[in-house]
Structures are given as C-alpha cells and as structure tokens.
C-alpha cells in the first residue's frame, strides 16, 4: 500500500512539471521575437545540423537518382554507338573486298583485251591442292560453258596453265610453277627456244626455271620477255611467261640456263581467264626429233643428278616429263 502511494505522488509530480513547462512553453510564445530568441538560438544549435544532414542526404539521394538515370542512358547510347560502328566496319571490310575484286576484274579485262583474238570465259578459283602455291587448282566452270582439256588459263598478265581435267561444271587446271610442267617457250626478242620448267621450290624465291635455251649469236639478256613458243603443242602462241632474271652458260657451252621471275602471283589467284580455243600443233619430223632430243637431254641431265655426276646448276629441278 505505502509502495502504490509513493508511484501515484510520483505520478502527480511529473504531471505537475510537465504543466509548468507547458504553460511556460505557451507563455513564451506571446512574447516578442526579441524576448525568446535566445530560445531560437539554443534550439537552432541542436536542430541545424540535424537539418544539414537531412538535406545533404536528400540532394545525395537524388544526385544518385540523376546518375543512375544518365548512366542507364550512356550504357543505351553507347550500346547503340558500337552497333553502329559495328555495322560500318563490316561495310567498309566489304568495300574493301569489292574495291580488291574489282580491280582484279579490271586487270583481266585488260589482259582479255591483250588476247582479243580468242574466245574466253571466266573463272573463280574454287579450290586448289595443299600448300602456298596454286600449283593446281580447280575452278568453277566446265564442259558446259566450253572448257576443253588442255584449254590455256591465264590471268594477272599471263600464262598461269592449262586445264588437265574436265567436269560439266568443273576444271582442273595445273600451273606452270607444278613440278611436271614444262612450257615451250622462246624469248621475244631474240624468238631463240627454251624450256619453261616448274619447280615449287625455287617457285618460294619468286622464280622459275629456264633450261636449254638456244642464243648462239649471246643476243638474250636479263630482262628480255618470255612468252610461248610457236612450236609449243598445248600452249597458243605469244602468252607472257616472265622475264629473264638470270642467265649463265651451261656445261656444254651450247646452251643456256636460268631463271625467270614469272609475270602471275601464283600465291593469290582467285579469278582467270580461261582460252576456249586449243592450239592445233601438227608436229614434223623436225620438231618431234628436237623435241626427244630435249626430253633425253633432260633426263639424261636428271640421270647424272641422281647418280652425282656432272651436276649443273638446272640440272636438279626437272622430273623431265615431255614438254607442252
């Protein structure tokens, strides 16, 4: 009983301060500004920075917002940004490629217009054998459109070879760099006869193999053009092979031996011409008699290779197959 007496004058206690402070609470505030501003200045140093900080988190809030917003808005435009840059490189990859192909096309129209006398169809390189060189190769048109074995194929001013198989829609041609080519030909100049011999390995010098050139008269130099020869039997007459980048007597002091830096970049073709006329070669005695004597020169020259005897400068890169 006493405890409940004391908690009940407590009570009354508090309730008694408690309305003091509010009657001078309300009392205060009828008096003038002058009268309670040091009230306002005691109050303001409590209640000011409370404002501060409730402020700056507001404006961090919202900064935040407006950065998030923008960066949503930056992440958008620059996704968009890269499509467009995207979309504009293929474009120019593209013009590339077209401005390449066109230029190409270019180049074989003006090589067709060099050999206006025949009948041409062009070409695409669809595939070829293994390694760098397009040594042989197959393109994408055939008997349909014309194309006959042995038809002459060339491109990037020219000889490039000549078409060993046939397919309705196919060809396959073989090169001039191959290993088993050999290309009658003559120096333009001079119309002094040698053999055109493919070889793959001095082909990663840039060159190819010039044997048995007959120049009695020492009228051939470096730099003379090479071109077919008429008494070639596959090859039509006059087509640019190379020039001349070498030249050196051979053993038997009859003849001559070289290299030629081919005019064709047998390690880029992607389109040829390829000539639908075949060279009609009726041989004569003499020239079938000359002919075997290159083809036993040769391989008596291949002969003395393998045994190690009388070894020449050209005598180690012929397989002395007949010459075309």
């Known amino acids: 009983m006493k405890r409940k ?13 408690l ?15 002058s009268a309670f501003s040091p009230v306002k ?27 998030f917003s923008d960066a949503a808005s930056l992440r958008e435009e620059n996704a968009a940004l890269q499509e467009k840059v995207d979309t504009l490189t293929a474009e120019n990859s593209q013009l590339v490629l077209e401005k390449e192909e066109l230029s190409r096309l270019r180049q074989l129209l003006e090589l067709g217009e060099q050999y206006s006398d025949y009948e041409k169809v062009g070409a695409r390189v669809i595939s070829k054998d293994s390694g760098n060189w397009f040594n042989r190769f197959t393109i994408d048109k055939g008997s ?15 000889l490039v070879g000549i078409v060993t ?8 041609v073989r090169s001039i760099i191959d290993d088993n080519s050999n290309v009658s030909a003559m120096v333009a100049t001079t119309s002094d006869t040698c053999i055109i011999a493919g070889n793959l390995q001095l082909i990663d010098e840039g ?3 010039l044997v048995k050139l007959t120049d009695e008269n020492s009228k051939v ?18 087509i640019l092979i190379g020039y001349i980048c070498e030249l050196s007597n051979d053993a038997n002091n009859l003849t001559k031996s070289g290299q030629i830096t081919p005019v064709v970049d047998f390690r880029h073709l992607q389109e040829v011409l390829v000539i639908l006329e075949l060279k009609d070669y009726v041989a004569s005695p003499e020239d079938a008699n000359e002919k075997d004597q290159v083809v036993n020169d040769l391989n008596e020259g291949q002969k003395h290779d393998d045994d190690g005897e009388d070894e020449t400068e050209d005598s180690n890169i012929l397989t002395a197959p007949r010459s075309e």
Not at 5 to 14: A, G, P, Y
């Open 221 to 238: 130099h470096v730099g003379d053009k090479v071109v077919t020869s008429n008494i070639s039997e596959k090859y039509l007459p006059g």
């Open 165 to 172: 198989e046939v397919g309705p829609h196919w060809a396959i």
């Open 19 to 33: 309305s003091i402070l509010c009657t001078a609470l309300i009392a205060v505030s009828f008096l003038k500004e």
């Open 144 to 158: 349909n459109d014309g194309i006959k074995v042995d038809a002459n194929v060339i491109a990037g001013g020219g």
């Open 207 to 209: 060159t190819l193999s």
């Open 41 to 67: 200045k005691a109050t303001g140093i409590f209640i000011a920075p409370v404002q501060k900080g409730i402020n700056g988190l507001g404006s961090w809030l919202s900064g935040f917002t407006v950065n």
């Open 5 to 17: 007496n004391s908690d009940k004058q407590t009570d009354r206690v508090w309730l008694i301060l």
